[in-house]
């Protein structure tokens, strides 16, 4: 299971962090990522975070705005959404999928949360 949190309202140029918290899997043989969806668009790879070795990627779109990290004594996995547009505005979906699988396409990845939204907007 994955579930998000906070999302919200943010002015341009400012910060959030979102959460997602995870149970269930064998963490050490999954990749955990962000996706994001803004509305009539295609669900867009954001970053993910291999749980075992912390090794991350990004997509050009965000690198060097957000990181992801993960704790794992609260199984919980975290991104920094720094230096935000308006164009950044949309539903962020936590995902996961097996580590010899994952990469940046929705399919790629098994579990999904329910998303929570992100609106950058002055």
């Known amino acids: 299971q994955l579930v998000e949190s906070g999302g919200g309202w943010v002015k341009p140029g400012g910060s959030l962090r979102l959460s997602c918290a995870a149970s269930?899997?064998?963490?050490?043989?999954?990749?955990l990522g962000w996706f994001r969806q803004a509305p009539g668009k295609e669900r867009e790879f954001v970053a993910h975070?291999?749980?075992?070795?912390?090794?991350?990627r990004y997509a050009d779109s965000v690198k060097a705005r957000f990181t992801i990290s993960r704790d794992s004594a609260k199984n919980t996995e975290y991104l920094q959404m720094n230096s935000l547009k308006p164009e950044d505005t949309a539903v962020y979906y936590c995902?996961?999928?097996?580590?010899?699988?994952?990469?940046?396409?929705?399919?790629?990845?098994?579990?999904w949360g329910r998303g929570t939204q992100v609106t950058v907007s002055s």
């Open positions: 995902a996961a999928a097996a580590r010899q699988l994952a990469g940046v396409t929705s399919s790629d990845y098994k579990y």
């Open positions: 269930g899997l064998t963490f050490s043989s999954y990749v």
């Open positions: 975070i291999d749980w075992s070795s912390g090794l991350t």
